[in-house]
């Protein structure tokens, strides 16, 4: 903790002395001296606060323009048609007025097969949505699983706020509910794969539900509070995406206890009656992985977690690169989600 | 004075340098697509992920090894660095339990393939020069190998002699005899009737300008089925 707080305040000084260089670099540039100031034409004044603005508008612009292109445009995982997969997208009604949009995938070939299918819900990170996510659930679906996307609150169709943590967690529970009843999983297993947010709703929402046999996560942060806002207030670049698209993520210490596995693993080690059952759940649901070079969630929440929850080296892999996302790791985390969620025999 | 006439225009002082801004802009741009085309998403270097153990030029274990891990046989063919071109289809089948070996030659398959427990050939080839097929079909029935993977990583004139080399006597023998797994892009129209029956299971890419690229990781998905389905 001291560690963090010692580098937290260094990086909050390199930040200001930054901001202050590039203030002190404009004086220069345009040859004023903070005694001139006084005396400045309020015409010239408000000139220069238009052309401040109107340079922030077109930073905001070329912001979402950009956003929105390598949404869908830069995407590494392009759509691409195939035999093996169909896709579906349906509505569902959470019971509380709340209704859940999603696409579902299913393997075309299982059409015939009466066996009921292993269905898989994938949940995404805070800024993914579903096109982002269709690269994993399509090729789960062609690896034979029954796979959903859903929207969270704030994305696509669902009402709301995505900032609203505690909200998907309760979407993620009503959605366990109706696959667990749903006629094609009723007699099938229910797992659970999410990355960075959707690891935490994955663990969170299923870990102490009996209805789902296994979750997969990777890039999952382990106390958003004390572990990952303060790397998104003092990264420019991310604090900037957040506050154009007016989505600033903060939780207060109280819906911190809520929306943060390693809190909510001392809770369900009390729930199971005392650590060793937690980690015996442990050993027989949870498989997690993580990057050694995530700058977004970094690599010491997985630390904390697998220290939270007991995970043994059996049930976790380490990546060396790929960063938050795992970019370029995705055909080995499919690989090891099929071999995961088969039982991890072969 | 001097002062206030630099600030009644401030952008002429900019526009001193508009060159210089321009071509940063512009190298700053182009430099950002080069990155982003030919590395950010390529899978080079891959390989070198702690877990995997390179023992040989051509042996790879699997991430979380299990004692008596299946073998698949990776023949690659791609005329440059076919080490790198499949290494996405080596590390789906590491990390789902296979033990991976990567051959570039089919005539020391024999050799190379003593002493393992294969399950599996993967022929990854584009299809479009020497039968080859036939050599591998070959081996895999010497070698008592039940299985072979096709994966066709370029496009359709590859798709096109697959066809044409399976429809062939001798080769639809050799078929028969081994259960064959396909994944290539095809246009709908170009799978005949006939066809469709050997095609069952197989991943076919459907749009033209779809490429196995887009498609890697359904490759991977379809074959651990595959072969799921074929262990039960």
């Known amino acids: ?180 009843k749903e006629a094609i999983t009723q007699h099938a297993q229910l797992y659970l794969c999410g990355w960075s947010m959707g690891g935490m709703l994955s663990i969170n929402a299923g870990l102490g539900d009996d209805r789902v046999s296994r979750i997969f996560t990777w890039s999952t942060w382990s106390d958003l509070r004390r572990r990952v806002l303060w790397r998104l207030y003092i990264n420019p670049f991310t604090l900037l995406r957040y506050l154009f698209k007016g989505e600033l993520l903060y939780v207060s210490r109280q819906r911190n206890l809520k929306v943060s596995p390693v809190h909510y693993a001392l809770r369900i080690a009390q729930d199971c009656g005392g650590q060793q059952n937690l980690q015996a759940l442990v050993n027989e649901k949870l498989f997690m992985c993580h990057a050694r070079n995530d700058t977004l969630v970094g690599y010491d929440n997985f630390k904390e977690n697998v220290r939270a929850f007991s995970l043994p080296p059996s049930n976790q892999f380490i990546f060396k690169k790929g960063s938050h996302l795992l970019v370029r790791k995705e055909s080995i985390l499919i690989g090891l989600m099929y071999r995961f969620f088969n039982g991890g025999e072969r | ?34 990155w982003r085309y030919f590395f950010r998403w390529d899978t080079r270097h891959a390989l070198k992920i702690p877990g995997i153990h390179r023992e040989t030029c051509t042996r790879f274990s699997p991430l979380v090894p299990k004692k008596d891990d299946p073998t698949i046989i990776v023949v690659a063919r791609a005329r ?106 095809f246009q709908s129209p170009s799978i005949q009737s006939s066809h469709q029956q050997q095609f069952k299971g197989a991943l076919l890419i459907q749009r033209s300008r779809d490429r196995l690229r887009d498609a890697e990781l359904l490759v991977v998905a379809s074959i651990l089925k595959w072969l799921e389905e074929k262990r039960r």
């Not at chain 1, 580098?7 to 000084?13: A, F, H, S």
């Not at chain 1, 805070?126 to 859903?150: E, K, P, V």
């Not at chain 2, 900019?14 to 512009?26: K, N, Q, S, T």
Request: net charge neutral; with cysteine.
């Open chain 2, 80 to 185: 440059h660095n076919p080490l790198d071109q499949c290494t996405w289809l080596v590390q789906g089948l590491l990390a789902a339990g296979f033990q991976v070996l990567l051959i570039h030659n089919v005539l020391s398959l024999k050799h190379d393939a003593s002493g393992y427990f294969v399950q599996s050939i993967i022929d990854y080839d584009d299809f479009s020069k020497d039968i080859q097929l036939v050599k591998v079909m070959e081996q895999a029935i010497e070698l008592g190998i039940p299985r072979l993977m096709l994966v066709n990583y370029r496009g359709e004139i590859g798709a096109q002699r697959l066809l044409e080399w399976l429809e062939k006597a001798g080769t639809a023998a050799m078929s028969r005899k081994i259960e064959l797994f396909i994944a290539s892009r």
């Open chain 1, 1 to 180: 903790m001291r560690r963090f707080a010692l580098k937290y305040i260094v990086l909050r000084t390199i930040s200001t002395v930054i901001g202050l260089i590039i203030i002190i670099a404009n004086f220069i540039i345009w040859n004023v001296s903070p005694d001139e100031i006084a005396t400045l034409d309020p015409i010239l004044l408000y000139r220069a606060v238009l052309f401040g603005l109107q340079a922030f508008m077109f930073s905001w612009l070329a912001f979402l323009t950009a956003d929105s292109i390598s949404r869908f445009w830069w995407n590494r995982w392009r759509l691409s048609e195939t035999s093996a997969v169909e896709t579906q997208e349906i509505t569902i009604s959470t019971g509380k007025g709340n209704q859940i949009s999603g696409i579902l995938y299913q393997p075309v070939n299982d059409r015939d097969n009466p066996t009921p299918k292993k269905m898989i819900i994938v949940s995404y990170g805070f800024n993914d949505n579903l096109f982002r996510a269709q690269h994993i659930a399509r090729s789960l679906a062609a690896a034979g699983f029954t796979a959903l996307t859903w929207d969270y609150r704030g994305r696509g169709k669902t009402r709301g706020r995505i900032t609203d943590l505690e909200g998907h967690l309760d979407d993620l529970r009503s959605l366990i509910t109706h696959w667990s």
């Open chain 2, 1 to 34: 004075m001097e002062v206030n006439a630099r600030m009644a225009e401030p952008w002429r002082v900019l526009m001193e340098f508009d060159d210089v801004v321009i071509v940063c802009l512009v190298m700053f741009f182009a430099i950002t697509v080069i």
